[in-house]
T-cell receptor
Framework: NAGVTQTPKFQVLKTGQSMTLQCAQD?????MYWYRQDPGMGLRLIYY???????DKGEVPNGYNVSRLNKREFSLRLESAAPSQTSVYFC?????????????FGPGTRLTVT | DAKTTQPNSMESNEEEPVHLPCNHS???????IHWYRQLPSQGPEYVIH???SNVNNRMASLAIAEDRKSSTLILHRATLRDAAVYYC?????????????FGAGTTVTVRA
């Protein structure tokens, strides 16, 4: 039981390059999330998926797209990376969206855009 | 939005209890109190949550004041692995607070 896994762990991109961050969970959770964490800015929600087949914007969706590939997998794509997207990206999952459900996080992807 | 206030840092000795306070004087009746922690270079980790009654799990205990304006996370026997930033947050079931939003948290240092 791996929980939430993310790949890659580290990535360096040049401005304008694209990439996809992968996330998978093996807990049979319905809801999945992508957050970014920046020093002094705390955790911010980029996109979320309440259940398989649905995705919605969070607080900071500009410059990102997501795909809920199936119940297990939720990917985050940067189409044209910018230095402002340098951050640590966390994927999380939960049984559902209700605030009584805890969220389980992956180990993170540390992305640097030069 | 109801906010929380935590001390910036706390120190503890290994194998001693740690009591982490959190003030939330503007808490509403539908706010759940959640605690998460984040170890260095790792993702956040759920610790515990509660509404009104004290809660215990394998990681910690949560003591909630009778008026719910404050709470305390208790780590019963600190280990070096408990050194982390601890976040106290409120999540309102009435407003469907699905996203997590952390403040500065309390940085816990555990001395061997």
């Amino acid at each position: 039981n791996a929980g939430v896994t993310q790949t890659p762990k580290f990535q360096v991109l040049k401005t304008g390059q694209s990439m996809t961050l992968q996330c998978a969970q093996d807990m049979n959770h319905n809801s999945m999330y992508w957050y970014r964490q920046d020093p002094g800015m705390g955790l911010r929600l980029i996109y979320y998926s309440a259940s398989e087949g649905t995705t919605d914007k969070g607080e900071v969706p500009n410059g990102y797209n997501v795909s809920r590939l199936n119940k297990r997998e939720f990917s985050l794509r940067l189409e044209s990376a910018a230095p402002s997207q340098t951050s640590v990206y966390f994927c999380a999952s939960s049984v559902g969206l209700r605030p009584t459900y805890e969220q389980y996080f992956g180990p993170g992807t540390r992305l640097t855009v030069t | 939005d109801a906010k929380t206030t935590q001390p910036n840092s706390m120190e503890s000795n290994e194998e001693e209890p740690v009591h982490l306070p959190c003030n939330h004087s503007t808490i509403s009746g539908t706010d759940y109190i959640h605690w998460y922690r984040q170890l260095p270079s790792q993702g956040p980790e759920y610790v515990i949550h509660g509404l009104t009654s004290n809660v215990n799990n394998r990681m910690a205990s949560l003591a909630i004041a009778e008026d719910r304006k404050s709470s305390t996370l208790i780590l019963h026997r600190a280990t070096l692995r408990d050194a982390a930033v601890y976040y106290c947050i409120l999540r309102d079931v009435q407003r469907d607070d699905y996203k997590l939003s952390f403040g500065a948290g309390t940085t816990v240092t555990v001395r061997a």
